[in-house]
T-cell receptor
Framework: GNSVTQMEGPVTLSEEAFLTINCTYT??????LFWYVQYPGEGLQLLLKATKADDKGSNKGFEATYRKETTSFHLEKGSVQVSDSAVYFCALKGASGSARQLTFGSGTQLTVLP | GAGVSQSPRYKVAKRGQDVALRCDPISGHVSLFWYQQALGQGPEFLTY????????KSGLPSDRFFAERPEGSVSTLKIQRTQQEDSAVYLC??????????????FGSGTRLTVV
């Protein structure tokens, strides 16, 4: 079945530091890949997505590139802010027609210190 | 409404009690999903509806869990005889489907269930 393995946290960075959160996946075919963010007390919000190999998703300074050869979708940001403190989830939606639901990783807690 | 609405926001239940959790999806979203998120974990799929039809319930952990969406809009997740291991945040998501393609999932804020 489908699975997502995500870098374990928590991750603590200083403001303006470079961020990488690793994500690898197992799936048949070509799944769609997502990063969701969960701010304290709020629901999951879509951060970015990529639907085919070599696509780059980007939003709010975050980027992730769909790497089929390494089955990875690592999240990066060049300069984090305190407001980026949240839990980040990597997820996939299977390629097959019956795979409608998302499969999530376990989440990475990010804390950015001023 | 503008987003996916879930109620109650918090629920404390005594072990053995039955609970009902409500999800009001975005108007016009035919697809509706329920997920269970244990503390410190990612959401795990429970069940999926397309309109009023429950097309996949493979993620429901036991026969104490039951979900319905009788008119293809509001959905209720019911847990009978709650156990401590049912303590989690229950998330609902809805999605627009057009020509067989999915156009994003919108998640509600969840219901935090604590079984004591």
């Amino acid at each position: 079945g489908n699975s997502v393995t995500q870098m374990e946290g928590p991750v603590t960075l200083s403001e303006e530091a470079f961020l990488t959160i690793n994500c690898t996946y197992t799936a048949t075919g070509y799944p769609s890949l997502f990063w969701y963010v969960q701010y304290p007390g709020e629901g999951l919000q879509l951060l970015l997505k990529a639907t085919k190999a070599d696509d780059k998703g980007s939003n709010k300074g975050f980027e992730a590139t769909y790497r089929k050869e390494t089955t990875s979708f690592h999240l990066e940001k060049g300069s984090v802010q305190v407001s980026d403190s949240a839990v980040y989830f990597c997820a996939l939606k299977g390629a097959s027609g019956s795979a409608r639901q998302l499969t999530f990783g376990s989440g990475t807690q990010l804390t950015v210190l001023p | 409404g503008a987003g996916v609405s879930q109620s109650p926001r918090y629920k404390v239940a005594k072990r053995g009690q039955d609970v009902a959790l409500r999800c009001d999806p975005i108007s016009g979203h035919v697809s509706l999903f329920w997920y269970q998120q244990a503390l410190g974990q990612g959401p795990e799929f429970l069940t999926y509806f397309q309109n009023e039809a429950q097309l996949d319930k493979s993620g429901l952990p036991s026969d104490r869990f039951f979900a319905e969406r009788p008119e293809g809009s509001v959905s209720t997740l019911k847990i009978q005889r709650t156990q401590q291991e049912d303590s989690a945040v229950y998330l609902c998501a809805s999605s627009l489907v057009r020509d067989g393609k999915y156009y994003g999932y919108t998640f509600g804020s969840g219901t935090r269930l604590t079984v004591v």
